[in-house]
């Protein structure tokens, strides 16, 4: 009895790009290697022309504008290849954000400025969401990486907060919980100033890819600027440094 032989068109495209968007790159890459019509299909240009434009929605864009920030991408030497060369591009560019933000945090806290720079060098390298999910999201990530990731989603690039605590929960790192500590200048009373305030809020990445705690998004996003003199973000309660925001009162 003879087998019957499948081709390519026995898939419809919209079928093989919904398959294709449930699965890892590597798991796309091992389904090629199961018969001849799954390699001819992930082989095919139009079905890594669909990943990398999931990847990088600005892709889409490529055709409409001429901005500097929008991805071009050199179709000309095929999908599958700017697909292989702007992952290892992205991987590269997260390692180094995650090797600057271990540097900045050796004594368990972060600075919010060095977390400001950190999220803007993933801006620079224009990492999509799945890029984050992939790279800095991971369970074995610091928790301050895990905020740099959080942050850069919800500020950047305008991910919806329900988006976000899916991929959390997905990653199981919703729970994880930082400090986040701020001083502000004292103000002045009678013609005196008074001491200098200091706050900190325990919250968890949940809470703020929700917005449960909205002062502490505005104080990471406004960073140490005007009555803001300092804001630290810790794993553990922050500990007491030679650097100290108290003043004593003066005069006016």
């Known amino acids: 009895m003879k087998q019957s032989v499948c081709n390519q068109s026995s ?41 990398a434009k999931e990847r990088w929605p600005s892709l889409t864009l490529f055709h409409a504008s001429s901005s500097s920030n929008v991805i071009s991408a050199p179709i000309s030497k095929g999908w599958k290849d700017f697909y292989i060369k702007r992952h290892k591009e992205v991987a590269g560019n997260a ?3 995650a090797k600057f933000v271990e540097l900045c945090s050796q004594t368990e806290s972060l600075e919010v400025g060095d977390h400001l720079k950190a999220i803007e060098d993933l801006s620079t390298t224009q990492l999509g969401f799945k890029d984050v999910q992939m790279f800095l999201f991971k369970p074995k990530c610091n928790v301050l ?10 500020h950047w690039l305008g991910v919806p907060g329900e988006y976000v605590i899916e991929a959390l929960q ?8 930082v400090c986040v500590k ?6 002045w009373f009678y013609g005196f100033r008074m001491r200098d305030e200091s706050h ?3 919250v968890s990445l949940a809470d703020l890819a929700i917005a449960k705690e909205p002062e502490v998004l505005v104080v990471l996003q406004r960073g140490a600027i005007h009555e803001v003199l300092r804001v630290q973000i810790s794993i553990a309660n922050p500990t007491c440094t030679p650097w100290s925001c108290q003043s004593t009162q003066t005069q006016n």
């Open 11 to 51: 898939l419809p495209d919209d079928i093989a790009f919904k398959i294709a968007s449930l699965l890892q790159v590597s798991d796309v890459c091992a389904l090629g290697s199961c018969c001849r019509l799954w390699r001819e299909l992930w082989g095919s240009d139009s079905i890594w022309e669909f990943l």
């Open 95 to 97: 390692t180094a954000v």
């Open 145 to 154: 990486l895990n905020l740099v990731g959080l942050h850069y989603c919800i």
């Open 170 to 177: 997905s990653c199981k790192i919703s729970e994880r919980q």
């Open 182 to 187: 701020w001083w502000k200048l004292g103000r």
């Open 200 to 202: 900190s809020r325990w």
